[in-house]
């Protein structure tokens, strides 16, 4: 058996799989009350205890930033932990939770292995042409400044799910696949190996949020440090789509559009757009498209986003483009099986 568990600011995930992948049991809850995070998640974990009494030896954690120290499925051990906690400023949407996760989880399970998969894990051999930023050397190795990209876990799973779907092997085809939910992200795939990814040191880069900007100019930056502006914030939680319209979830966005609410239709036609420039660009880098993906609430969720996206989009008339439902916790679980199997 093999519980996994996927925290994130505001939700909490776990599901349960049999030895052979199969799903036993799921959870989501939402969180609205970070405070709250704690006890909520405590008594989730003791409900996984109590409704399975058959032994289990391994929890799955997703991680989301591992830094580049970080990147293959790990035992987690105290040593790792402090380690890890020092990548939570750059993501701060994320990593505290999955710490938490991992800390509440070891102390309801003290004799369970605790396993981290890192989001980060699929980009680890993205060519230095795409990860490499245009700054003094000097800097890149002392703050350890490169692209490391994000939800990797999903862009991955999607993608092999796609080579299925359409029935061709998976490392004979060129996909780009699009994550879009509260972060967003795109990733160009050749041959098995992700080549490029919108996501950089953080997951504040590359397309427009929900409530974080994407692509910035840095001047922007600078201007608001002169202000001593609390940047954290700004950026994290109150740009993308809240930033433009008011509204941080997409179902009242598309509510709010069809009523002809300006801000609404305008925050809807920059995020597509955005899509569409990372979409031709990644069509370029790859030599053409096989497969276009579309996961993620909003990427899977909404067909009416996938075809504002699409429109006019002429170069992928001969590219298939399909709608698959992420599953991050399978994906774990997967490769946790895997680390298993090895040893």
Request: with cysteine.
């Given at each position: 058996m093999i519980p996994v568990l996927n925290c994130g600011s505001q939700s909490i995930k776990w599901k349960?799989?049999?030895?052979?992948?199969?799903?036993?049991?799921?959870?989501?809850?939402?969180?609205?009350?970070?405070k709250d995070f704690k006890e909520i998640l405590a008594k989730e974990l003791k409900q996984i205890e109590s409704h399975y009494r058959e032994p289990f030896s391994i929890v799955g954690h997703r991680v989301v930033h591992g830094g580049e120290k970080f990147r293959e499925p790990i035992k987690i051990t105290n040593k790792i932990l402090k380690e890890l906690k020092k990548f939570n400023s750059l993501a701060p949407l994320h990593n505290p939770f999955n710490i938490l996760g991992i800390e509440i989880a070891q102390k309801i399970f003290p004799k369970v292995k605790q396993i981290a998969v890192f989001d980060t894990g699929f980009f680890k051999d993205l060519p230095k042409k795409a990860f490499i930023y245009a700054l003094p050397e000097k800097l890149t190795k002392k703050y350890g400044f490169r692209r490391f990209g994000f939800h990797g876990i999903s862009h991955e799973y999607v993608a092999r799910k796609a080579a299925k779907k359409i029935g061709k092997p998976y490392k004979k085809l060129k996909i780009i696949t699009c994550h879009l939910g509260g972060g967003s992200s795109i990733t160009a795939i050749k041959f098995g190996k992700a080549v490029d990814t919108s996501m950089g040191f953080t997951p504040m880069e590359g397309l427009i949020m929900m409530t974080r900007p994407g692509d910035i100019d840095p001047g922007i930056i600078l201007e608001m440090v002169k202000d001593k502006l609390p940047l954290e914030n700004i950026l994290n939680y109150q740009s993308g789509i809240k930033g433009i319209c008011g509204l941080s979830d997409m179902k009242s966005v598309l509510k709010s559009a069809a009523r002809n609410k300006k801000e609404a239709k305008l925050a809807l036609?920059?995020?597509?757009?955005?899509?569409?420039?990372?979409?031709?660009?990644?069509?370029?880098?790859?030599?053409?498209?096989?497969?276009?993906?579309?996961?993620?609430?909003?990427?899977?969720?909404?067909?009416?986003?996938?075809?504002?996206?699409?429109?006019?989009?002429?170069?992928?008339?001969?590219?298939?483009?399909?709608?698959?439902?992420?599953?991050?916790?399978?994906?774990?679980?997967?490769?946790?099986?895997?680390?298993?199997?090895?040893k």
């Open positions: 349960i799989f049999d030895g052979d992948l199969r799903l036993l049991r799921e959870r989501k809850i939402e969180v609205k009350n970070q036609e920059i995020f597509c757009y955005r899509l569409q420039k990372y979409i031709g660009a990644y069509f370029a880098v790859l030599g053409g498209c096989d497969v276009l993906v579309f996961t993620g609430m909003i990427g899977f969720g909404s067909k009416k986003i996938r075809d504002m996206i699409c429109k006019d989009l002429d170069i992928l008339k001969n590219t298939k483009i399909l709608a698959i439902e992420t599953d991050e916790e399978l994906a774990i679980a997967e490769k946790i099986k895997s680390m298993i199997k090895l």
